[in-house]
């Protein structure tokens, strides 16, 4: 299974750095991609929706790149709290409305 | 209360038993998925269901068969468990928005089983 690919890190940073993890994706047809955060043995939770060119939400933003199919997520000022793995997902190519997840990116931020 | 809950949340059995794991949700959605988690492997989806007469194969079904008892409820069985079906169990949902667009999947928050 290629139709999304992250780098799966891990990416170490010191507090207060800025980090971006890039996505890559297949379904051309795509119309919504999301970014997910999963904490350690915990279920994935919503960071955020993209629907249009790009996202921010306070130290976070997400850009899309339709025309060489990419996605990314800047994370700005980077907490010991963003610590986790971050997970693109795009719609599958042959099934609806069923959503996709990348195998994730891990962020380790440190004192 | 959890929107979507998901029992056990901890099962260990044996090889060749049938297991059960059940979801339900009380966010009146229409869609729900079934997706295993394995370490390095990321999410794979199992099954999903579109409404309560709606049912299809996603990546990795073999060895699983769901049933959707009403709007609120998924379940998926393991008829004869094996070894590699050790994982960690997601259950999720989504609302129906609009035509031809990927909604938000809200996750249970899982059920690790272990089949020795």
Redesign the interface.
């Known amino acids: 299974r290629k139709e999304v690919e992250q780098d799966p890190g891990p990416f170490n940073v010191p507090e207060g750095a800025t980090v971006a993890f890039n996505c890559t994706y297949s379904n051309s047809a795509s119309q919504s991609f999301f970014w997910y955060r999963q904490d350690c043995r915990k279920e994935p939770k919503l960071l955020m929706s993209v629907y249009s060119s790009g996202n921010e939400d306070g130290r976070f933003t997400a850009q899309l790149n339709r025309a060489s199919q990419y996605i990314s997520l800047l994370i700005r000022d980077s907490k010991l709290s963003d610590s986790a793995t971050y997970l693109c997902v795009v719609p599958y190519s042959n099934s609806g409305y069923a959503l996709n997840f990348g195998k994730g990116t891990s962020l380790l931020v440190t004192p | 209360d959890a929107d979507v809950t998901q029992t056990p949340r901890n099962r260990i059995t044996k090889t060749g038993k049938r297991i059960m794991l059940e979801c339900s949700q009380t966010k009146g959605h229409d869609?729900m998925?079934w997706?295993r988690q394995d370490p390095?492997?990321?999410?794979?989806?199992i099954y999903?269901s579109?409404d309560v007469k709606d049912i299809?194969k996603?990546?990795i079904s073999d060895g699983y068969s769901v049933s959707r008892q009403a709007q609120a409820k998924f379940s998926l069985s393991l008829e004869s468990a094996i070894p590699n079906q050790t994982a960690?169990y997601?259950c999720a949902t989504?609302d129906s928005g609009l035509a031809?667009?990927?909604?938000?999947?809200?996750?249970?928050?899982?059920t690790?089983l272990t089949v020795l």
């Open positions: 869609r998925y997706y390095g492997l990321g999410l794979r989806l999903y579109f299809n996603g990546e960690l997601f989504s031809g667009v990927s909604d938000t999947q809200y996750f249970g928050p899982g690790r």
